[in-house]
Structure formats: C-alpha cells, structure tokens
Nanobody
Framework: QVRFVASGGGLVQPGGSLKLSCEVSGIVLEMSKMAWFRQAPGKQRELVATVTWNGIPNYSVPVNGRFTISRDGVKNTLSLEMNSLQPEDTAVYYC?????????????WGPGTQVTVSS
C-alpha cells in the first residue's frame, strides 16, 4: 500500500510564497505520473499540477506561471513551489499519483496540508 504525507502548508499573505513537500512511501510506482491536487471549502478536489517520471510538468490554468512542480525519483518526494499566492489558492493540498492510487476500488489519499492565503 502506498502512503502520501504532504507538508509545508501554512498561512501566507496575498502575493506570498510557500513550498509544499510530499513524501511517498510503501509501494512506490516510480514510473507513474505524480500530481498535486487541492480542495477548497465547499468545492470538489481539483488537479493542480502533474509531473511525469522524467520530469515533464503540466499545470492547470489557474496556477500556470505561478506554481512549479518537481519530483525526486531517488528520494521518492514531490514538491510544489507556489508564488504570487492569492486568496483563491486557499485549500487543502494533496499529493498522489495521476490517476490517484486505489485499493479495492477506493482512492487512497493522505491527510493533505492546509494552505491559507489571507491578509
């Protein structure tokens, strides 16, 4: 079973920056695409950014140009550098594979890390 532990969230003012980290453990799929997702209060979880096994990134429109995703295949870690943060970026951020890992038909998610953008 795979486990995802995200960290690095916090409270930041509009225009500020944060860097999120994710440690992947258990059964690690080194060739799988990895991703950051986020879920704002009252909204569905959405895909933020993905990165392939060889480092090719892709971003959702709202974060393109502001966020940078990267991965370390040796350490099994995933990062998300977030700049020019805005209140609409407030959400719980999760890391996972894309598509998300599943066990017995149920998606596996870690606890995520809270990002709050507010003055």
């Amino acid at each position: 079973q795979v486990r995802f532990v995200a960290s690095g969230g916090g409270l930041v003012q509009p225009g500020g920056s944060l860097k999120l980290s994710c440690e992947v453990s258990g059964i690690v799929l080194e060739m799988s695409k990895m991703a950051w997702f986020r879920q704002a209060p009252g909204k569905q979880r959405e895909l933020v950014a993905t990165v392939t096994w060889n480092g090719i990134p892709n971003y959702s429109v709202p974060v393109n140009g502001r966020f940078t995703i990267s991965r370390d295949g040796v350490k099994n870690t995933l990062s998300l550098e977030m700049n020019s943060l805005q209140p609409e970026d407030t959400a719980v951020y999760y890391c996972n594979y894309d598509p998300p890992a599943m066990l017995d038909g149920v998606e596996l998610w870690g606890p995520g890390t809270q990002v709050t953008v507010s003055s």
